[in-house]
């Protein structure tokens, strides 16, 4: 194996991920109720295509998509739909998002699963098609649709890299998939691998998940196509960019995608859910979630329908310890906090992290920046924080263009080490948020300024076409004058005549 | 179960560093070279220290008061505190009280609070203050005492408090007798007057193998605590690195040259305040470069300049005001030394932006 390069900057972090392997993964049942929010990834929400009442089955598609960076929702288990109504979501936002109630029956009835001949002779694109029918995103917590992801655009690819680095701190859910169910992650790749007709297929793994090296390794080794490689554990290399650039030694662009450098990288949970779609009709109906951290019991990793009530799976990890003050969607890195365990597992939930007190700080130590560069080490991207955190309070958005704000990653690496305490981090989301809503201002303002411009060349054209109107007629008017004299002319004229005549015979 | 519905950001993370932690290791990584400055030189440096120290926090209290900003959580920060003990390192060992008064409260009062408070001056403040002093009080600033093996007599810690409140010398001593050059300064002023520095070395007790008695000694001893704050990576190897090498290299081209005329390349290393000032001044962050490259820059920029106030100024020490010099560069320096970000070709970075 090839020595691993290395991205600039990053932390070695305590792993805490020992806390929840200690026992297999539990299948949760099927809950009282199950609520699957319509909107559960970028892009575009699912629009429902059930009615209150309806009695739908396992795996029938409850919501539909017409925009392209969307997939469809489905029922996690048969029964019927009690209500559609607002419920608070899995999101940073917080803000509530239809929701699909479901009442199960208890009987867990398929829909209709009809079995598929060899993916092998399926074109890609009708791949991608299933795999997008299928409900599919990546599983690693960003949720991104997968066919999207699995489509080449022009490119051969070289590479599909599936990533179980599982950098963040307490997460162990791939982990935990590759240890036991690795053939899923195997069929799945293969599956990724003829969609994107790529040449070889990586899985990088953390050196820190020796148990989940052998299990793959064991079934690799008879696999000319796919290489098991363990990487060095430096938060964040399950990062894209970071990933790529500790494989192969290549920075992915700023603003580009791997598929720039004609790599594709999915992570391996995702792997397994694309196996499951197709070689078992299965829409991505469930998924393994950790549930960990010194405010739980029993930390441990359940699958769980997507929709079960996070409170559940609380009660399945041994309930919560005295001293639990935060509960997060995510790991002590990226995640979000919620504000309520009837928030219902989605498709993006990998962990649910139950903090102490002790585990992050809790009253406001903000002190000023000392600029002691610590962030700017251990930034991933090579970004100047603490330059930027100047700018981000002071507003000056056109300074954070120039200094790549939207090349942060978000990581939360330099928020971690700062001596100050200062949440940087969220400075930078405000920061990018400030810039976007500037965007759509100057967006709107071009597009009254146009409307104006518009209306001010339609009413001048107006006029001018009125003047012009007024102008013909005058003139047909004074054209019809003079015809008139020429007619009164010529009346006179006959009226002379006539008069001479007259007189002629008068006389 | 609900939780607090207020939103918390991530990381969620339990605090690893502290500004407090950083400036008390920064001060216990100076105490190796106070004890061997009391050792060599007497017990004024410490009195210098506990009265820089009282008017540091004196002062920063008084001002924060005067803001409406928490007093007591600000002075934990511990920079008034290390402000206040660098500014005494700098001092001749007996200055009086009120001396030191001036400096510190200009230190804390207009070179760093009237900015804005830590974090938001550009200027070093205790060296602001030192300046401040030395164009002030030239004399008061100029009187070194020899090192103890050279005197005749010495202050005992009570003494060195009396001297330095109430300007009472005990008896037997007299104020010539803590009027001295440094080594620096008299090689300089020698040199110009035409002898060569062989011959001033062996005139001058003052001089020792290395540099001057004692000085060497402290030297090594802030060298070895500036080690300890590397090895535990509580300050960027970065600047003191270039400054060190920036200033062996100017002085050895120079000695080279003319190794009558020019001081050796290890003697300005470990003469006046090369160490202090490599590990403890340069270093501040809030009024050094914070690029990685700016801070090479910024380093050898401060070798360079202490090598040439020291050849050619007219001060004993060139530290302070290289170190000030190149504060006022520092954010010229950054703005040309960005990194280059990953995923950018080119050193600008610079890429038409699309959200």
């Not at chain 2, 300046?131 to 060195?160: D, G, H, K, Y």
């Not at chain 2, 007790?205 to 060298?223: H, K, M, P, R, Y």
């Not at chain 2, 020019?262 to 809030?286: E, K, N, Q, R, W």
Request: hydrophobic letters at 45%; a neutral charge.
């Amino acid at each position: 194996m090839a020595r691993p390069h290395t991205f600039p900057g990053g932390l070695k972090l305590e792993g805490h991920k020992d806390i929840s392997t200690g026992q297999p993964i539990l299948k949760a049942g099927i809950p009282e109720r199950l609520f699957v929010p319509l909107n559960q990834h970028i892009g575009s929400p699912a629009e429902c295509v059930v009615e209150k009442g309806e009695h739908v089955l396992k795996g029938q598609m409850i919501g539909s998509v017409t925009d392209y960076v969307a997939v469809p929702v489905h029922a996690p288990s048969s029964g019927t739909v009690i209500d559609i109504q607002k419920f608070p979501a899995a999101h940073a936002s917080g803000l509530p998002n239809d929701v699909v109630i479901i009442e199960p029956d208890g009987k867990d009835e398929w829909r209709e699963r009809k079995p598929l001949p060899d993916i092998t002779e399926l074109d890609p694109s009708e791949l991608r098609n299933m795999i997008r029918c299928a409900g599919i995103v990546g599983l690693g917590g960003a949720a991104f649709p997968t066919f999207i992801k699995l489509n080449p655009v022009g490119h051969k690819i070289s590479t599909l890299i599936l990533n179980g680095a599982e950098c963040e701190p307490y997460i162990s859910c791939d982990d935990m998939l590759m240890r036991e169910r690795p053939h899923e992650i195997i069929d799945g790749a293969k599956i990724m691998r003829h969609a994107l007709n790529a040449g070889k297929v990586i899985i990088a793994i953390e050196e820190n998940k020796p148990e989940a090296i052998d299990s793959l390794q064991a079934l690799a080794d008879d696999l000319d196509w796919l290489d098991i490689q363990s990487i060095p554990v430096i938060y964040p290399t399950g990062g894209e960019k970071q990933l790529v650039k500790v494989l192969t030694g290549k920075d992915v662009p700023s603003q580009g995608l791997p598929l720039d450098l004609d790599l594709v990288v999915n992570n391996v949970a995702t792997a397994a859910a694309v196996h499951l779609a197709l070689d078992h009709q299965q829409p991505l109906i469930s998924r393994i979630i950790t549930v960990t951290g010194s405010g739980v019991r029993s930390p441990r990793n359940i699958e769980a329908l997507i929709g079960t009530p996070m409170s559940d799976l609380i009660d399945l990890a041994g309930g919560y310890t005295e001293n639990a003050d935060r509960l997060i969607m995510g790991g002590p890195m990226m995640g979000i906090t919620l504000k309520t365990d009837a928030t219902p597992v989605v498709k993006a939930s990998n962990c649910l992290l139950v903090q102490t007190p002790a585990d992050h700080i809790t009253e406001a130590t903000t002190r000023p920046c000392i600029r002691c560069g610590e962030c700017v080490k251990v930034c991933p991207v090579k970004l100047l924080p603490q330059q930027l955190y100047w700018f981000s309070q002071s507003k000056n958005l056109e300074e954070l263009q120039t200094h790549n704000l939207f090349d942060c990653i978000e990581c939360g690496c330099c928020s971690v080490v700062c001596p100050s305490h200062i949440p940087l981090v969220q400075y930078f989301r405000y920061g990018k948020s400030e810039i976007w809503k500037k965007e759509q201002e100057t967006i709107k303002s071009d597009r009254a300024r146009e409307r104006t411009e518009a209306r001010i060349k339609r009413l001048e054209r107006v006029k001018a076409e009125k003047k012009a109107l007024h102008a013909a007629r005058a003139k047909k008017t004074a054209a019809g004058n003079d015809r008139k004299k020429e007619i009164e002319a010529a009346v006179a004229r006959a009226k002379a005549k006539k008069t001479e005549g007259t007189e002629n015979l008068d006389t | 179960m609900e939780f607090s519905q207020q939103q918390h950001y991530s990381p969620h993370t339990p605090a690893q560093a502290s500004v407090s932690r950083l400036m008390l290791n920064v001060m216990l990584a100076l105490i190796p070279g106070i004890v061997v400055y009391i050792i060599y030189f007497g017990w004024g440096v410490l009195v210098n220290i506990v009265l820089a120290s009282f008017f540091a926090l004196l002062a920063e209290g008084l001002v924060l008061a005067i803001r409406q900003r928490p007093v007591y959580t600000t002075l934990l920060d511990g920079s008034a505190l290390l402000t206040g003990i660098l500014l005494a390192l700098a001092l001749p060992s007996h200055t009086a009280w009120w001396v030191i008064a001036v400096g510190v409260i200009f230190a804390i009062i207009i070179a760093k609070q009237l900015y804005g408070g830590l974090g938001l001056n550009p200027f070093n403040p205790a060296m602001t203050g030192y300046v401040v002093l030395l164009i002030s009080f030239p004399l008061e600033m100029t009187r070194w005492n020899p090192p103890l093996e050279l005197a005749e007599q010495s202050m005992s810690l009570l003494e060195a408090f009396r001297y330095s409140l109430s300007g009472h010398l005990p008896a037997g001593l007299d104020l010539d007798m803590i009027s001295l050059a440094t080594p620096i300064d008299i090689a300089r002023e020698r040199v110009d007057m035409g002898m060569n520095l062989s011959a001033i070395r062996s005139e001058y007790s003052i001089f020792s193998n290395l540099s001057g008695i004692g000085t060497e000694w402290i030297n090594v001893a802030f060298l070895a605590g500036g080690l300890w704050l590397l090895f535990r990576r509580l300050i960027d190897w970065r600047i003191p690195a270039s400054l060190l090498l920036a200033m062996l290299t100017i002085s050895g081209i120079f000695w080279l040259i003319n190794p009558e005329q020019y001081l050796s390349p290890l003697f300005h290393l470990f003469a006046g305040a090369t160490m202090l000032g490599a590990f403890f001044i340069a270093t501040d962050p809030v009024t050094a470069s914070t690029t990685p490259v700016g801070r090479l820059i910024f380093g050898a920029g401060c070798g360079l300049l202490i090598y040439i106030i020291r050849s050619w100024g007219g001060y004993p020490d060139g530290v302070a005001f290289a170190v000030l010099l190149m504060n006022l560069s520092a954010p010229l320096i950054d703005h040309f030394s960005q990194p280059r970000i990953t995923g950018y070709k080119n050193p600008n970075n610079q890429k038409e932006h699309k959200p």
